[in-house]
């Protein structure tokens, strides 16, 4: 058994055999569970927050543990601070049946956000710049969440991509929320893909705040059927 922690790198998921991996951003520990749950490798992925610790068991075939035990894991995984996390490769476990976007749907309808970690989170996001959706996790959402997806989906067809800044913060405080909610699990799914060199190449005039929040508009009229 082998068990190191997970620390970015281009070697990917067990890079390291440090002892632990202290967590300075809210994205570090995200970044690596969506590396883990992309690897061929099959292993528990532990957690260990400021009360609270948990650990979510994979497999190489891309399988979740579903248990109650995992989900709340995810669950405050994805919504609160994580101080260090391991990765210990294992035996494919049998207990490993449900797909990962499945899981992360129950987890994502249970997170209760740490008020400054969601704050943080949104941040992170915006400084992504303009990203694309695959479209492959929009079956796993709500129906409220899966409107936004697909806005957020047409957005990302424009050439430069979507704006994640302009998506999170033209709603208000609830709306916010739950886009922030769709944004974590595209991303730990592999389904958010950064547009880094187009958006380098689009000049800042091309792309005013005022155009966008036009563009949002008009695409959630079409969406609600308005």
């Given at each position: 058994?082998?068990?190191?922690?997970?620390?970015?790198?281009?070697?990917?998921?067990?890079?390291?055999?440090?002892?632990?991996?202290?967590?300075?951003?809210?994205?570090?520990?995200?970044?690596?569970?969506r590396k883990a749950l992309t690897s061929s490798?099959?292993?528990?992925?532990?957690?260990?927050?400021?009360?609270?610790?948990?650990?979510?068991?994979?497999?190489?075939?891309?399988?979740?543990?579903?248990?109650?035990?995992?989900?709340?894991?995810?669950?405050?995984?994805?919504?609160?601070?994580?101080?260090?996390?391991?990765?210990?490769?294992?035996?494919?476990?049998?207990?490993?049946?449900?797909?990962?976007?499945?899981?992360?749907?129950?987890?994502?309808?249970?997170?209760?956000?740490?008020?400054?970690?969601?704050e943080r989170c949104a941040e992170a996001f915006?400084?992504?710049?303009?990203?694309?959706?695959?479209?492959?996790?929009?079956?796993?959402?709500?129906?409220?969440?899966?409107?936004?997806?697909?806005?957020?989906?047409?957005?990302?067809?424009?050439?430069?991509?979507?704006?994640?800044?302009?998506?999170?913060?033209?709603?208000?405080?609830?709306?916010?929320?739950?886009?922030?909610?769709?944004?974590?699990?595209?991303?730990?799914?592999?389904?958010?893909?950064p547009v880094v060199s187009e958006v380098q190449?689009?000049?800042?005039?091309?792309?005013?705040?005022?155009?966008?929040?036009?563009?949002?508009?008009?695409?959630?009229?079409?969406?609600?059927?308005?």
């Amino acid at each position: 058994m082998n068990s190191v922690a997970i620390l970015s790198g281009a070697n990917g998921v067990g890079a390291s055999a440090a002892a632990g991996a202290k967590d300075q951003s809210p994205f570090r520990h995200l970044t690596m569970l969506r590396k883990a749950l992309t690897s061929s490798r099959s292993g528990t992925f532990d957690l260990i927050g400021k009360g609270w610790s948990g650990s979510l068991q994979l497999t190489g075939n891309h399988m979740l543990d579903g248990r109650s035990e995992s989900v709340d894991a995810l669950s405050h995984a994805l919504s609160q601070p994580v101080e260090s996390f391991f990765w210990t490769e294992l035996p494919v476990n049998s207990t490993c049946t449900m797909e990962p976007g499945a899981v992360f749907g129950q987890a994502i309808n249970n997170v209760q956000f740490d008020e400054h970690y969601q704050e943080r989170c949104a941040e992170a996001f915006a400084k992504l710049g303009t990203a694309r959706l695959r479209g492959s996790i929009v079956n796993y959402l709500s129906r409220s969440a899966r409107i936004d997806y697909q806005l957020l989906f047409r957005l990302g067809l424009s050439a430069r991509g979507a704006d994640l800044g302009q998506f999170l913060y033209s709603g208000c405080e609830e709306t916010r929320e739950r886009r922030l909610r769709v944004l974590l699990m595209a991303y730990c799914l592999g389904d958010l893909v950064p547009v880094v060199s187009e958006v380098q190449a689009v000049p800042e005039s091309a792309s005013r705040p005022s155009d966008r929040s036009g563009i949002v508009g008009r695409i959630l009229n079409r969406l609600r059927g308005s």
